[in-house]
């Protein structure tokens, strides 16, 4: 029986579900009108061909079932069911009512997993009035917001420490103004006296005198993940979190429903376990190249899988080095031109090891350290962001289906946001 002043009706009655419409890379024309595939966001047009704000559904692979929200007018991709009509209820509940519902059960297709609305539309469910959706979605949707904050925050300080790594050394702009008989901008004297005022050719570059030529094999050291047995994965803990390419993005870690555990540990194992600072590559995809991620103290206990390397840096250079080195346009470029397969492109670990850069000469460890001490401070603050945002996003997890259920209300849920005021 309906909770007292819910209503019961069928889900094609609360919002009614459409696939969404081709539009090729080739046709594609730079704007700002975001692109909503099966996972969300998949880049920007000039037109827009929903009305926002917006609800998509991933219908089918691996993003069967991905609900996603776009708050402004959008391009829905006939990879993913998208909501025409709201039927007067608000937008953002839907989104997350739509969010707490197994698809799973309703899949069409036989070995690929497929979304068909005309089996989800008869789907019996009970929703709130219109007042206690606005009021759960304005209290899902601060948690969101928040940890949307966080997610740009540490943007913003993956693009400082970028800005530094790529003054020193690619641009090596200090050299160029000490050549010029200036000071660096925003440097103190005691660092740019690690910086020569001259610069020496080189085959294809012009760099710092004295500094010399190496490798990533010089600097770091290297491993690739065991072959887990995946018929051995578990999707809840207990058991040690795994690494595997699925999980590692432009960046951060994509855990949440990508999560697997092994489920226990064992002395050979030891050696793929993680350390804070280790810097990870998938190896295999589209994004080989990209997909990179420094490990934080909130991914561990973790091991390593196959298809994915761990680059280590040794003392001399540092664990921020390696993460900037492997993020840069320049590294991306190198793996492109190096790389093997077409339908899934691939970089071995021995081509990882022959990338080449610049550095200081041997035993002159100054300016990596130097670039610790500023970059440090910085992913620090990103260590916390991204703890804030794991509490943030178990806390949303836990009120979502109580508040959806009616198990909870909102007047009772608002004291466990008491600590966002």
Request: with cysteine.
């Amino acid at each position: 029986m309906p909770i007292d002043g819910w209503r019961s009706l069928r889900l094609g009655d609360f919002v009614t579900l459409q696939r969404g419409h081709d539009l090729p890379i080739q046709l594609r024309r730079p704007g700002n009108v975001p692109i909503l595939g099966s996972f969300g966001v998949t880049g920007t047009h000039d037109e827009a061909k929903a009305k926002g704000p917006g609800v998509t559904v991933g219908r089918s692979g691996a993003s069967f079932g991905v609900v996603s929200y776009c708050p402004t007018d959008y391009w829905p991709l006939n990879t993913a069911l998208y909501v025409v009509d709201f039927h007067g209820n608000d937008e953002r509940f839907a989104y997350y009512f739509l969010r707490s519902i197994d698809f799973s059960r309703f899949n069409s297709g036989s070995a690929q997993p497929s979304l068909n609305r005309n089996f989800i539309h008869p789907i019996p469910i009970e929703v709130p009035s219109f007042r206690e959706q606005r009021s759960i979605a304005e209290l899902l949707g601060s948690i969101d917001d928040k940890i949307d904050l966080n997610r740009r925050m540490n943007e913003t300080l993956e693009a400082m420490a970028r800005a530094i790594f790529k003054s020193w050394f690619v641009d090596f702009d200090p050299v160029g103004a000490k050549m010029e008989g200036r000071q660096p901008v925003g440097m103190d004297a005691d660092t740019a006296a690690l910086f020569p005022d001259t610069l020496d050719d080189s085959p294809g570059a012009s760099i710092p005198s004295g500094w010399i030529e190496t490798a990533l094999k010089d600097e770091i050291e290297l491993l690739t993940g065991l072959a887990f047995k995946s018929e051995r994965f578990v999707e809840t803990p207990p058991g040690v979190r795994l690494a595997r390419g699925d999980n590692v993005k432009e960046g951060f870690f994509e855990w949440g429903t990508k999560s697997r555990f092994w489920p226990e540990m064992a002395p050979e194992l030891e050696r793929y376990l993680l350390n804070v600072g280790d810097v990870l590559i998938g190896m295999d995809g589209s994004k080989v190249g990209k997909n990179w991620v420094r490990v934080r103290d909130t991914d561990l206990p973790c091991l390593l899988v196959q298809r994915v390397a761990r680059l280590r840096a040794r003392a001399s250079v540092g664990e921020h080095f390696i993460a900037l080195l492997v993020s840069d346009q320049r590294f991306m470029g190198f793996v492109n031109s190096v790389r093997t397969g077409t339908s899934i492109p691939h970089i071995s670990s021995n081509q990882i090891l022959t990338y080449p850069f610049h550095r200081p000469p041997r035993g002159d460890d100054r300016l990596f350290h130097r670039l610790e001490q500023m970059v440090d401070p910085l992913a620090r603050r990103q260590d916390s962001n991204v703890r804030e945002m794991n509490t943030l996003a178990s806390l949303r997890d836990l009120l979502l289906p109580k508040l959806l259920s009616g198990e909870i209300r909102v007047k009772d849920a608002d004291t466990a946001l008491g600590t966002l005021a």
